[in-house]
């Protein structure tokens, strides 16, 4: 079958469509105006930029949003790990049962959140831990444990444990073993989930706005303020200010995608 | 006794800060639990503190009757009125834009696909304030595309999307169906990629038809894994909360069950949290059992582990 123009020129509108909303925002956020007018009227000036990176609040919304999201990092890889090691490596009572509640919990857990949004508020003010970046990021980290032990236990299932016993053989402490030899071949799966729950704690709004206030606030609480005083905040900056923060996770989002065709594909 | 070791310190931590909440919501939905009472102070506070701040008393079924029966049961069946009609009306556009596209990226047709479709998932990688960010300027009363082209088809007073109820509802549909059609042309190009091409051809050099073709092999190609994407983005339609609470609250929270809680909860100057923790609960409930009801219907977890 031959190119069709008429198919090519329909789908190149198409794309050209429902990528617009983006195009006109990334334009936007370049332009010297804080608006178009229709037929365009684009002055390239990085003026927006520099408003926003002259900004107190955004500096210091960037660093507890890395702070929260590396911490989120660091606590699901070390919990989710060992646990997936023993899903794996281990046979014992229950390990099917709990496995299969993680997979059904990873499946429901969305709407359930919300559910459950009123009572964590409760408990978290309760013990006195609101406006702490390491309980948020505890937080965080509980709602990936299910779905990323699940996610390096089928990963290691690829691993055969043959390098395993056999270091085991040449003598190796358990230690040695882990850190030695399972360690470095779990890495691309250590590498997703730690880029996935990176996105989640980066983009996460509704916990982070009931629970950080003044300084410690993050990030996308800064550029969900501007986006409730939209009138009194010019367009343009308001884009430079969104596109900056959307930045780490889009660049992490395109480098997940070599991973996932290097043999993690099956997390979709 | 070793596995459990290892298993046991993010088992707990899940359960502590994710199972034990929804549980705990439950109960508070037999609550008066409210501004007054809750939530309780921490337990080094001072004596005072503690005692004018009692724990929330047990009130039965008091919060349930009030959503299906009392003073706030007309806004709860709003609510719920609008949610189903935001499915009905998001997912057949969810699944035709999708279906659409995933169609026009899998036509041999078609040039540039792997440009066109590194475009196409964009709104996937994403993240969502951002796409809101961008939507609100087009949507933008004053400066936005929309009303712009409006005016210059001669709409004299374009609508406001932002503040004005139903437009903003309208908006929440295309947004919507922005965000979730990269999924459906995702699934609709991975059911046709693993089309013999010959089939194509065999059909064409037997005299069918473009509309014989798309009904005869496309179309029961498709079909299975349209249902399943069709309930999964039903499910996200019922659970739409995040971009109705960016655009603006004040004027969608009572049109969506999720956002209709929260309200209760943390928007309200009275959070009367036990009422909202059982519109929570049945909007929960409600969810379950639509999905649990759904994957019977359309047989959907036989055909997710055979394919």
Do not use: C
């Amino acid at each position: 079958m031959r190119a069709s123009v008429f198919q090519t020129a329909v789908a190149a509108s198409a794309t050209f469509l429902l990528f617009y909303p983006v195009l006109q925002i990334v334009l936007l956020s370049f332009n010297k105006l804080p608006y178009f007018r229709i037929g365009g009227d684009f002055v390239p000036t990085l003026e927006a930029f520099q408003w926003v990176l002259s900004q107190p609040d955004f500096w210091r919304g960037l660093l507890n949003s890395l702070i929260v999201s590396s911490l989120t990092v660091v606590i699901v890889v070390a919990l989710a790990l060992p646990g997936a090691y023993a899903f794996s490596r281990y046979k014992f009572r229950g390990r099917d049962s709990l496995l299969s509640f993680y997979v059904v919990f990873t499946q429901v857990a969305g709407g359930l959140g919300i559910a459950g949004l009123i009572a964590l508020f409760g408990i978290v003010s309760a013990l006195g831990l609101r406006n702490n970046l390491v309980a948020l990021a505890l937080i965080y980290a509980a709602g990936g444990i299910p779905y990323h032990t699940w996610l390096m236990k089928t990963y290691m299932d690829t691993i055969p444990r043959s390098a395993e016993e056999a270091a085991f053989v040449d003598g190796a402490s358990t230690n040695t073993v882990l850190l030695r030899v399972v360690l470095p071949m779990m890495m691309p799966a250590i590498a997703v989930t730690s880029i996935l729950s990176f996105i989640g704690a980066w983009g996460e709004l509704i916990m982070a706005n009931l629970f950080l206030s003044g300084e410690n606030r993050t990030l996308i609480l800064w550029i969900y303020s501007l986006l409730s005083n939209v009138y009194s905040v010019q367009w343009n900056r308001f884009a430079a200010a969104a596109l900056l923060y959307a930045i780490p996770p889009v660049a992490l989002y395109v480098a997940l995608q070599r991973f996932l065709r290097r043999g993690l594909a099956f997390i979709y | 006794m070793r596995p459990l070791w290892l298993i046991l310190p993010g088992l707990f931590l899940f359960l502590f800060f994710n199972l034990w909440p929804i549980v705990y919501s439950v109960y508070i939905s037999f609550t008066d639990a409210n501004i007054r009472n809750f939530p309780t102070p921490p337990p080094w506070a001072p004596e005072e503190l503690k005692q004018a701040r009692p724990p929330p008393d047990y009130v039965g079924l008091k919060n349930y009757v009030s959503i299906f029966a009392g003073p706030a049961a007309s806004g709860f069946f709003n609510a719920f009125l609008w949610t189903l009609i935001f499915v009905a009306v998001s997912v057949p556009a969810k699944v035709a834009v999708g279906t659409l596209v995933g169609l026009l990226m899998s036509s041999e047709k078609v040039l540039g696909k792997s440009i066109m479709r590194a475009f196409l998932v964009v709104p996937w990688a994403l993240p969502l304030i951002l796409s809101v960010v961008a939507w609100r300027y087009v949507f933008d009363p004053a400066f936005g595309p929309v009303n712009q082209l409006l005016r210059y088809f001669g709409v004299g007073n374009p609508p406001d999307w932002i503040v004005n109820k139903d437009y903003a509802y309208a908006a929440m549909v295309v947004i919507e169906t922005w965000l979730a059609y990269p999924f459906i042309m995702t699934v609709v190009i991975g059911a046709l990629a693993n089309v013999p091409r010959a089939a194509y051809e065999a059909a064409y050099i037997d005299g069918a038809g473009r509309w014989d073709i798309f009904t005869k092999i496309t179309l029961p190609l498709i079909k299975r894994p349209l249902i399943y994407a069709s309930v999964m983005t039903a499910a996200a339609s019922l659970q739409f909360f995040l971009v109705a609470f960016l655009w603006n609250f004040i004027q969608l929270y009572d049109r969506f069950i999720l956002a209709y809680g929260y309200y209760w909860a943390f928007g309200s100057p009275f959070r009367e949290y036990g009422l909202a923790a059982a519109v929570l609960t049945v909007s929960a409930l409600f969810i379950s059992v639509f999905m649990l009801a759904a994957i019977r219907l359309t047989g959907l977890l036989k055909g997710a582990y055979e394919s």
